[in-house]
């Protein structure tokens, strides 16, 4: 068997995580012939030294292109070249499209990576050990919410710090919210299409969900009415803005009519507003936002508000943040908080509060919004402007699923295709049309991006699924 001690990727220009750009070498070093099955690679640890990188990125990219077949790590012997194969995704020469999860999509920005990595170190020295070696209140710390306050000011304007709750994640928060307001075998409304997590949160609560039905333009007011004289719903949990999965944004009007029902049956509403920083998109202008202002600023008396940084930040900073009408929702809130989570990490919330107070925060939205907007341009490139309403902002979008595309027709055929797709099925309460939500992050570069819809719209675009693939 050849060793190969002095094959090494070009890493320059290349596009997304060095990690990716490794094992895209190694697939392209393989198809064209400079590397071939049986060959040996570089040592990892050579293999870092020689690029200059870090030795975890190294054995990263070598158990990426392990898990696209293309190399076989043998104890004691090393790394080989497994085969040169075609990786799942048919024609496209990228690996397997996971669209399950909402992920924010890979920027390119060097600088900006730099400056994420150097503020991990900044909490640390700030706070010192007695945040390292002292519980904190489950409230969270007040120069957290001081920062979340700050963070949240362009939403809900004239904000309280005491009004705010820092949790552990959005799920966190919506448990906490549901747990205050509804008791098993209560109800709860939600959107028809509706955020699978807060579902599983409600089965497992033994809390019972009832669908307010959908248009266009979101929750149509006149159903959640019905239901509020025939339900008596404890809450009326929702996402007006880039909704999970449709990605439509309420106009204001129809924010008024949900708040002006929810009055009127005294019913609290709890406001989902994960996506909110990506609704202007790269230009940021933040009176964009007056255009969809949050329930929360209309109705501050009834609406329990939820914005994490998980979506449109970084999904490891599982830090939400939860805003409560009034005092006595603080004490009650803090209470379930302490039953469920004790407190939200506070390294986490440091981290965060770094990042909102240097303006790293900021920068990230606007990287994490160019990147989104430029495969939003992509997707609407090449699946046509009839295939879906495009949104205003975000990386998600929903197909509505016209004959003779069924659900499981077109999701076994992305499948097929090497691409996972959630469709109706995983977001419906009661019966809907058919759909499927696409995941703009979910591939790592934009080139992958484009090779993914471009099969997407290949399979969309046939009049009818192969009979041949279907038993």
């Given at each position: 068997m050849l060793h190969k001690p002095f094959w090494a990727p070009v890493l320059q220009d290349a596009e997304g995580p060095t990690y990716l750009a490794i094992a895209r070498a190694v697939e392209e070093s393989i198809g064209n012939g400079e590397l071939k099955v049986g060959d040996r690679l570089p040592p990892q640890r050579a293999l870092a030294a020689t690029l200059g990188i870090d030795f975890t990125t190294v054995s990263?990219?070598?158990?990426?292109?392990?898990?696209?077949?293309?190399?076989?790590?043998?104890?004691?012997?090393?790394?080989?070249?497994?085969?040169?194969?075609?990786?799942?995704?048919?024609?496209?020469?990228?690996?397997?499209?996971?669209?399950?999860?909402?992920?924010?999509?890979f920027f390119q920005n060097a600088t900006l990576e730099k400056k994420i990595r150097e503020s991990l170190e900044s909490p640390l020295s700030d706070r010192g050990m007695e945040m390292?070696?002292?519980?904190?209140?489950?409230?969270?710390?007040?120069?957290?919410?001081?920062?979340?306050?700050?963070?949240?000011?362009?939403?809900?304007?004239?904000?309280?710090?005491?009004?705010?709750?820092?949790?552990?994640?959005?799920?966190?928060?919506?448990?906490?919210?549901?747990?205050?307001?509804?008791?098993?075998?209560?109800?709860?409304?939600?959107?028809?299409?509706?955020?699978?997590?807060?579902?599983?949160?409600?089965?497992?609560?033994?809390?019972?969900?009832?669908?307010?039905?959908?248009?266009?333009?979101?929750?149509?007011?006149?159903?959640?009415?019905?239901?509020?004289?025939?339900?008596?719903?404890?809450?009326?949990?929702?996402?007006?803005?880039?909704?999970?999965?449709?990605?439509?944004?309420?106009?204001?009007?129809?924010?008024?009519?949900?708040?002006?029902?929810?009055?009127?049956?005294?019913?609290?509403?709890?406001?989902?507003?994960?996506?909110?920083?990506?609704?202007?998109?790269?230009?940021?202008?933040?009176?964009?936002?007056s255009t969809a202002p949050s329930l929360a600023s209309l109705a501050p008396e009834l609406v329990f508000y939820v914005s994490g940084l998980s979506k449109c930040v970084s999904p490891a900073l599982r830090i939400a943040f939860l805003i409560v009408p009034g005092a006595a929702a603080v004490q009650r809130a803090a209470v379930v908080l302490r039953a469920t989570a004790t407190m939200a990490a506070p390294l986490s919330a440091a981290i965060a509060t770094n990042w909102i107070e240097t303006g790293l925060a900021e920068e990230t939205v606007r990287a994490i919004c160019a990147e989104s907007d430029a495969r939003q341009a992509i997707a609407a490139r090449l699946l046509g402007p009839d295939t879906y309403r495009r949104p205003s902002g975000g990386f998600h979008l929903w197909l509505p699923l016209q004959q003779p595309w069924t659900v499981l027709a077109l999701s076994t055929q992305l499948r097929l295709a090497g691409i996972w797709v959630a469709g109706t099925d995983a977001f419906a309460v009661g019966s809907m049309p058919d759909g499927v939500r696409l995941c703009l992050g979910a591939p790592a570069t934009r080139r992958d991006f484009e090779l993914c819809m471009s099969r997407v719209a290949e399979i969309l675009h046939m009049r009818a699924y192969p009979a041949s693939q279907v038993v």
């Open positions: 990263r990219g070598y158990a990426e292109a392990q898990r696209r077949g293309f190399l076989e790590a043998q104890v004691g012997r090393g790394t080989f070249v497994k085969a040169s194969r075609s990786p799942p995704f048919i024609a496209s020469g990228v690996s397997t499209v996971d669209m399950l999860i909402n992920h924010p999509p390292l070696m002292r519980y904190q209140t489950p409230n969270g710390a007040r120069r957290d919410r001081i920062a979340a306050a700050t963070w949240l000011g362009p939403r809900v304007p004239g904000l309280d710090p005491e009004r705010i709750l820092v949790c552990p994640g959005v799920q966190g928060a919506l448990l906490a919210t549901t747990m205050m307001l509804a008791r098993p075998g209560e109800t709860v409304c939600v959107e028809s299409l509706t955020y699978p997590g807060y579902l599983l949160l409600a089965r497992e609560l033994g809390i019972r969900a009832v669908s307010v039905q959908m248009d266009d333009e979101g929750a149509i007011p006149e159903s959640l009415d019905e239901i509020c004289k025939a339900e008596h719903p404890k809450a009326f949990y929702c996402t007006p803005s880039l909704h999970n999965p449709t990605a439509v944004t309420m106009p204001p009007e129809r924010r008024e009519a949900i708040i002006a029902v929810a009055r009127r049956h005294g019913v609290p509403i709890i406001e989902d507003d994960n996506y909110w920083p990506c609704l202007s998109g790269t230009s940021r202008d933040r009176s964009l936002l």
